[in-house]
T-cell receptor
Framework: EAQVTQNPRYLITVTGKKLTVTCSQN?????MSWYRQDPGLGLRQIYY???????DKGDVPEGYKVSRKEKRNFPLILESPSPNQTSLYFC?????????????FGSGTRLTVV | GQQLNQSPQSMFIQEGEDVSMNCTSS?????WLWYKQDPGEGPVLLIA???AGELTSNGRLTAQFGITRKDSFLNISASIPSDVGIYFC???????????WGAGTKLIIKP
């Protein structure tokens, strides 16, 4: 089944403890992206990647890092999480860019930072 | 970053009613996309529009790409309980790598 898989689905952590949210897609898509979703704010892009080793900042990149060493994986790294990073996170992938055929989204990771 | 103006923010409707929602932008777009998000899941693409004036259907859903290229509309006919969720519009302008998103319309069906 064609899908984007995120792990974990739920995570509670403490301020300052580094964490990684993994994302993997099995559709051979070149383009991948991370979003956060907060009530009333919709989806805001954190980082995106056009291909292996090519990444760029989205609208809200502060406090996040990403890497794209392989085409299928695009992990999101929070080096020192803070409570304002409590949110619902989505990974998404697209073939030839989201403007062509849209995104396929993962099921989300709900992160709570205390 | 830029955000689309999506309205209404939420809708309470009776089962069987028709639903309309829209998105507007201050800049023109080349593509309009409509997504639905079920509770606890990621958004799923419903309809993609690529041409000004285009009208596209997907079952009971119909969406239109506005003539000015600055707006789009989504209609749902004869709503059913599984239509509940959040509907998002997204537009793509000059950059093929970034979408601009609306804040979502939450659809709730009155019991």
């Amino acid at each position: 089944e064609a899908q984007v898989t995120q792990n974990p689905r739920y995570l509670i952590t403490v301020t300052g403890k580094k964490l990684t949210v993994t994302c993997s897609q099995n559709m051979n898509h070149e383009y991948m992206s991370w979003y956060r979703q907060d009530p009333g704010l919709g989806l805001r892009q954190i980082y995106y990647s056009m291909n292996v080793e090519v990444t760029d900042k989205g609208d809200v990149p502060e406090g996040y890092k990403v890497s794209r060493k392989e085409k299928r994986n695009f992990p999101l790294i929070l080096e020192s999480p803070s409570p304002n990073q409590t949110s619902l996170y989505f990974c998404a992938s697209s073939d030839r860019g989201p403007g062509n055929y849209g995104y396929t989204f993962g099921s989300g990771t709900r992160l709570t930072v205390v | 970053g830029q955000q689309l103006n999506q309205s209404p923010q939420s809708m309470f409707i009776q089962e069987g009613e028709d639903v309309s929602m829209n998105c507007t932008s201050s800049s023109i777009f080349n593509t309009w996309l409509w997504y639905k998000q079920d509770p606890g899941e990621g958004p799923v693409l419903l309809i993609a529009l690529y041409k000004a004036g285009e009208l596209t259907s997907n079952g009971r859903l119909t969406a239109q790409f506005g003539i000015t290229r600055k707006d789009s509309f989504l209609n749902i006919s004869a709503s059913i309980p599984s239509d509940v969720g959040i509907y998002f519009c997204a537009g793509q302008g000059d950059s093929n790598y970034q979408l601009i998103w609306g804040a979502g319309t939450k659809l709730i069906i009155k019991p």
